[in-house]
């Protein structure tokens, strides 16, 4: 059997057990320590926003957003079905409910036209939204003008879920730098990783503020210890952080590289009609976190695609199935228009990870060919 390729596994720059160890040497080994401070710097001057607060989960880093932006129970949230759950998760933590929109066919992302459709509705029920959580899906960038001016329009702030799309620019500016607040992931199968970690930015110094207070249990300044509010145990590592410092010299070489292989696919499979990749408008610029196809005929054709990727021991996968047809989200209220159930049906998630060889890119292309010509048989 050949050796397993997997979808977007972690790759280490080098240095960063050399950073590691350094916080053995120091015994910083807790959730506060220089090297949260310095992933903290990096984060900042890398994607120019003022303030970050490094975080246990890019899932935390949503959840205290909605805190910090005042989501109460009973309370409506717009985000985007075409993603992840992890997205809309948090607002249920807080007893609120989602309010799920649907793509547009141009990036993937949120539609703005069924945005302020959904944002109108909701007013004439007598429930205006209290937030947009807005996601990057796969790294390409939102139809961000737009969406920012309806948000603008009805003031409803933005909490950016980029989560995948950290190095992903829009009009030159960072992701994540647009909204009320920004979120980052830093989970195993990002694009950088900490193992597990996440962060909160934005250019409000208050909310970062509360961020770092909230994920730190709360306390207020005593020598006892004083809480006049209920807190959460959500800070990141100072081992983890020590990683992160490692992974953010080598992010821009990183995204490179992703659309490198981007590159690669398109140039090897696009000669095959039944293929689609996702073209990156004017002033977008994707990290390429994952590259994906859709491919045309029959109902459930990417499914066999990935079942034969599967036999040839290639991880690849379907896109994000919409929150909107998952079991969990039954109860949320949506406005669909068919396009992300689209993209479900006929979309696939291609092994992306930076450490893959020419040999490895040579092997999926070779199975996807494979898979196309055997169902023509
Ligand atoms: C990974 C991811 C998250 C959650 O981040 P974690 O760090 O795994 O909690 C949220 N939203 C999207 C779109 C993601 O891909």
Known sequence: MNEKIWLSPPHMGGKEEKYVEDV???NWIAPIGPYV???EKMLANYNEVQHVAALSSGTAAIHLALII???QPGDEVIC???TFAASANPIY????HPVLVDSEPETWNMDPELLKKAIESRIRSGQKPKAIVLVYLYGMPAMIDEILDIAREYNIPVVEDAAEALGSTYKGRKLGSFGDIGVYSFNGNKIITTSGGGALVSEHGEYVEKAKYLSTQARDPALHYQHSQIGYNYRLSNVLAAIGCGQMEVLDDRVARRREIHRYYQEKLSSIQQIQFLPEPKDYFSNRWLTCITVQGNEGINLKICQNLQ???IEARPLWKPLHIQPSFKQATVFSNGVSEQLFDYGICLPSGTAMTEV?????VKAIRNALCSKRK
Do not use: T, W
Request: hydrophobic share 40%; charged share 15%; no cysteine.
């Open 24 to 26: 053995f040497a120091s």
């Open 37 to 39: 401070d310095q992933f």
């Open 69 to 71: 932006l005042g989501v």
């Open 80 to 82: 985007s079905s075409f």
């Open 93 to 96: 933590y807080l007893g609120a």
């Open 311 to 313: 036999n040839e021991n």
């Open 360 to 364: 490895q890119l040579e092997r999926v």
